[in-house]
């Protein structure tokens, strides 16, 4: 079992930046991909951002050129670095990893953007 603990989120004016993390409670190592999804009230999950263990990434449409998804595999730890920052961010962020057999999801971290 793997344990996935987001944090970070918060309250920003548009513009501004956040950065996310994601604790993993066992080596990263040897996962297919993490990534970050969000969930906005009244919609579906989407993916945000994806990192397999290659090095490729992609990105949604939205996020692309403002958010940067990158991995510390000494800490564990999977980040979102989110600039330039707009209220259609708002949203719940949630961290996901992708194994051989599994798929696990943290508890989402809140990230709201005023405009």
């Known amino acids: 079992q793997v344990q996935l603990v987001e944090s970070g989120g918060g309250l920003v004016q548009a513009g501004g930046s956040l950065r996310l993390s994601c604790a993993a409670s066992?080596?990263?190592?040897?996962?297919?991909?993490m990534g970050w999804y969000r969930q906005a009230p009244g919609k579906q999950r989407e993916l945000v951002a994806r990192?397999?263990?290659?090095?490729?990434?992609n990105y949604a449409d939205s996020v692309k050129g403002r958010f940067t998804i990158s991995r510390d595999s000494a800490k564990n730890t999977l980040y979102l670095q989110m600039n330039s920052l707009k209220p259609d961010d708002t949203a719940v962020y949630y961290c996901?990893?992708?194994?051989?057999?599994?798929?696990?999801w943290g508890q989402g971290t809140q990230v709201t953007v005023s405009s």
């Open positions: 996901n990893m992708v194994t051989t057999f599994n798929t696990y």
């Open positions: 066992r080596s990263t190592f040897g996962i297919n991909a």
């Open positions: 990192l397999t263990s290659g090095g490729l990434t």
